[in-house]
């Protein structure tokens, strides 16, 4: 178990590194006019190469990556090119909100998902074919048009939730519930759709397995059967495509913080690549990639205490 989670932590790493690098690179590819932006069009020269040099535009490639990782490493990811403002500041309270999106959809993912696999697979029918088709029509709608019908309805037309804004979970429990349940709700559709079908399909499998027919032959009462028995052997398959998810969720929020006017990480990132931020940006691909890496190994180890050959091995 111990070797497990070691090689899921390299993993991570390789991974925040990888993407950290692309990333600057890319950045470090488009900056170059971004002295001149800062400075302004009129300034001289000489003003744009002292501030070129300022922002350490003219060291190699690889010094100015080596600086920043060494700076993330301390909790340090900078200072903004533009406003002066350090990037901690800049994005701390904005975490608090992309990450209550993207967890808030993973949970209410998780469980529709399971409520539709396992109904569709014990009823079978009409049931079954019916949800399926709920599930194919959620995957055709794109997060941004269902985030908008949604407000449009709930928010607009019966005024029963708010269309605009965060509230703080310091502040206001029930606010901040009411402020993310539409946003959560349009991000988590085309993650159930997703997932329904896999429990659904590992569902099936296992119920047809000569065990559960065992157990049935025994008496084991249905909820057990279902629910301790079936729903157990036919998770593991589900985690991994809904960790898989987990990529699009983070995509996803970029557009549907922009429509329920919420300032997360999304919103950020899009106004700093406009700009040529590099220092915002880099903290926000971490911040992001740094996400993905926990919502995963937590579904990891989920994996693992449902799966004993995942703990075995």
Not at 70 to 96: I, M, R, Y
Not at 100 to 129: E, H, Q
Request: charged share 10%; glycine share 12%; proline share 4%.
């Amino acid at each position: 178990m111990l070797r497990f989670f070691a090689h899921r932590i390299g993993e991570a790493v390789v991974l925040v590194v990888g993407v950290t690098l692309l990333t600057f690179a890319v950045m470090s590819a488009l900056s170059g006019t971004v002295a001149r932006q800062i400075v302004g069009q009129t300034a001289s020269s000489e003003a744009v190469q002292q501030k070129a040099s300022q922002l350490g535009l003219d060291d190699p490639f690889w010094v100015r990556y080596l600086d920043w990782i060494g700076g993330a490493l301390h909790g340090d990811l900078g200072t903004s090119w533009f406003s002066g403002e350090t990037v901690n500041s800049l994005l701390g309270g904005k975490v608090p909100i992309t990450f209550s999106l993207v967890v808030g959809a993973i949970l209410v993912s998780g469980l529709v998902s399971i409520v539709f696999g396992v109904t569709a697979a014990v009823r079978g029918g009409w049931v079954d074919r019916v949800l399926q088709i709920v599930a194919v029509a959620g995957f055709a709608f794109p997060s941004f048009v269902l985030g908008l019908l949604l407000a449009l309805v709930l928010a607009v037309h019966w005024r029963l939730l708010p269309a605009f804004g965060y509230v703080p979970l310091g502040q206001s429990f029930v606010g901040w519930s009411a402020s993310l349940l539409l946003p959560v709700g349009a991000l988590a559709v085309q993650v159930v759709a997703a997932t329904s079908q896999q429990v659904r399909g590992s569902m099936v499998d296992v119920l047809q397995s000569d065990f559960i027919r065992t157990l049935r032959s025994r008496g084991i009462s249905p909820a057990s059967l279902y629910l301790r028995h079936g729903l157990r052997s036919a998770a593991p398959p589900a985690l991994t495509v809904l960790g898989l998810q987990t990529i699009g969720l983070i995509g996803g929020t970029v557009v549907v913080e922009k429509v329920f006017g919420l300032l997360g990480l999304g919103t950020a990132i899009v106004s700093a690549a406009t700009q040529g931020d590099v220092p915002i940006v880099m903290g926000v691909v971490t911040i992001m990639v740094l996400i993905i890496v926990v919502i995963n190994l937590l579904l990891d180890i989920a994996y693992a205490w449902l799966n004993p050959k995942v703990r075995a091995a």
